[in-house]
């Protein structure tokens, strides 16, 4: 059975940091686009960060470049977000996400991806 699993998630005062980890099993996703999107209720997915299939590269959204960091670890089959100077309009469900097929000018569009976590909750408030 193939799974993603996120852990990390919490509650944090604004200016705080927090690391998701996303956890794969059941084959390996050293062939794939890993990537995080968020959620809050009534809105759709929104893209976060992606990593490549080798871990070289990565690709943020303009609403966390320079505050977020994605790192991909393809010996450990994990994808980490190292989440700086959070913000209360970054409190959403985080999801860990991985396509083989993504392709990179679509690599925003949740469609793209086969497996998904069951994501993990991010408060960031005062």
């Known amino acids: 059975q193939v799974q993603l699993v996120e852990s990390g998630g919490g509650l944090v005062q604004p200016g705080g940091s927090l690391r998701l980890s996303c956890v794969g099993s059941g084959r390996s996703f050293s062939d794939s686009i890993m990537t995080w999107f968020r959620q809050t209720p009534g809105k759709e997915r929104e893209f976060v960060a992606a990593a490549a299939r080798r871990g070289g590269n990565s690709w943020y959204s303009d609403a966390v470049k320079g505050r977020f960091t994605v790192s991909k670890d393809n010996a450990k089959n994990t994808l980490d977000l190292q989440m700086n100077s959070l913000q209360p309009e970054d409190t959403a469900v985080y999801y860990c996400?991985?396509?083989?097929?993504?392709?990179?000018?679509?690599?925003?569009?949740?469609?793209?991806?086969?497996?998904w976590g069951q994501g993990t909750q991010v408060t960031v408030s005062s």
């Open positions: 996400a991985a396509g083989s097929r993504v392709i990179l000018s679509a690599i925003r569009l949740p469609r793209q991806y086969d497996y």
